[in-house]
């Protein structure tokens, strides 16, 4: 077919700008996680090295996007996980589950309300996570 090309290249191209748009949301998202997380974080600075450290990054290959937002220092595990601390210390989940719904808004309207391979309910439960951190 003679048009059956330059439909495939504009719907290739739709899906490319998407994809990119979409990257571009994640990670703003991930900046703002790790923004948050640096300025309320649970602990006390001694050195400064936890905090400093806090970071983001943002990874796109064909099947995914993800962001990442983590402790640069050894010890940040700690912090995060150990028993002991019950928590105190916590600050990763709080900072990504910040503002989760507005992500998840971004998102909807880049892809136009397609969904994400989400049911709607699962969305609903995403959003309603996110919105205990807000």
């Not at 490319?16 to 602990?43: F, T, V």
């Not at 971004?106 to 205990?132: C, V, Y």
Request: proline share 2%; net charge negative.
């Amino acid at each position: 077919m003679p048009g059956s090309e330059k439909v495939c290249a504009n719907l290739t191209a739709l899906i490319e700008a998407e994809l990119k748009a979409a990257e571009i949301a994640m990670s703003r998202y991930g900046m703002q996680a790790c923004d948050w997380a640096k300025r309320n974080h649970p602990w006390r600075n001694r050195t400064g090295w936890a905090e400093a450290s806090l970071g983001h990054y943002t990874f796109r290959d064909p099947a995914r996007i993800e962001t990442f937002v983590y402790h640069g220092v050894t010890y940040g595990v700690f912090l995060e996980l150990r028993e002991d601390f019950e928590g105190r210390y916590q600050v990763l989940d709080k900072a990504i589950m910040y503002n989760i719904s507005g992500l998840m808004s971004q998102l909807r309207n880049i892809f136009g309300g397609k969904g994400f391979g989400l049911t709607i309910s699962e969305a609903k439960e995403f959003e309603n996570i996110g919105a205990i951190y807000e």
